[in-house]
């Protein structure tokens, strides 16, 4: 299983970007998706999920009203919309896939992906 992560780049604070992580799972649609990230210094960190069924997400504070999480399973991808980006989200982003209907662990993902690096500047 492969989830190759891409999308980050650098950009001024109030931009936007979108992270994309394709997935090689035959049953993508069964899968919920994740996304976390990396600051430097600090501990990895739950940014969104998104159920299988899509009718389920989730965000961490810190995002809220700025992320959006989406899947488009037809192609086994899923999304991350960040908009008003701030300097604290600089960090390296990870996708993951989880069998669990609603992951709310980070060790309740079985696969992830490689990382994608974000950096906002001030």
């Known amino acids: 299983v492969q989830l190759q992560a891409c999308g980050g780049g650098l950009v001024q604070a109030g931009g936007s970007l979108r992270l994309s992580c394709a997935a090689s799972?035959?049953?993508?649609?069964?899968?919920?998706m994740g996304w976390f990230r990396r600051a430097p210094g600090k501990e990895r960190e739950f940014v969104a999920y998104?159920?299988?069924?899509?009718?389920?997400?989730s965000y961490a504070d810190s995002v809220k009203g700025r992320f959006t999480i989406y899947r488009a399973d037809a192609k086994n991808t899923v999304y991350l919309q960040m908009n008003s980006l701030k300097p604290e989200d600089t960090a390296v982003y990870y996708c993951?896939?989880?069998?669990?209907?609603?992951?709310?662990?980070?060790?309740?993902?079985?696969?992830w992906g490689q990382g994608t690096q974000v950096t906002v500047s001030s």
């Open positions: 993951a896939a989880s069998a669990l209907v609603i992951p709310t662990t980070r060790e309740s993902y079985d696969y």
């Open positions: 799972l035959r049953t993508f649609s069964k899968y919920a």
């Open positions: 998104i159920s299988g069924s899509g009718v389920t997400i």
